[in-house]
């Protein structure tokens, strides 16, 4: 189903429970436009446990919100990592940090949200938390409440809108 961020929140914009994301996140993947129920993860500067829930996690109407601190210092999320996603049926993932191997990622039929890309990989602690409310880019974003993207931005909601 086509949505319009612009227009959910023209039709909610007086509604005291959507937030819109600061503008600070570049599009990756061929989806430019994704929806779905978030699923929480903050860490920082270890992809471990981003790599275990896009693998072993149904991601069937959700999207992994990854709080990675805005570290621009290393990659949270790289192409196997994204194709593990699209195995899972994740319907998109944003990142506060970076991600890398931008080039193939941007041929996958997956739709990523980040800071920007680094080529260095992070070091393995298996580190993080999820299922945590998290908040970067002026927004509170909690698990099993809906995030809509696209090409004009990041829109929060707690209650789904379409």
């Known amino acids: 189903m086509s ?14 429970n959507i937030q819109v994301a600061l503008p600070l996140f ?21 992809n471990t446990l981003v790599g275990d829930i896009l693998r ?21 999320v790289g192409d196997n990592i ?29 739709g990523i949200r980040a800071l920007a890309t680094n080529p260095t ?4 602690r298996n580190t993080g938390t999820p299922n945590i409310t998290v908040n970067f880019a002026n927004v509170n974003f909690i698990n099993d409440q809906f995030v809509y993207v696209d090409e004009d931005g990041i829109l929060v909601s707690n209650k789904t809108l379409i």
């Open 121 to 124: 990989k992070t070091v393995k």
């Open 56 to 76: 072993k996690e149904d991601g069937t109407g959700k999207v992994l919100v990854i709080d990675g601190g805005g570290s621009l210092r290393c990659a949270l």
């Open 82 to 110: 994204a194709l593990a996603a699209i195995k899972n049926n994740w319907e998109g993932i944003i990142v506060y940090g970076c991600i890398r191997d931008a080039a193939p990622i941007n041929e996958m039929e997956i």
């Open 26 to 46: 570049q599009s990756y993947g061929n989806k430019k436009q994704f929806k779905g129920k978030i699923f929480t993860l903050k860490c920082h500067e270890d």
């Open 3 to 16: 949505f319009a961020t612009a227009d959910l929140y023209d039709a909610n914009e007086n509604n005291p």
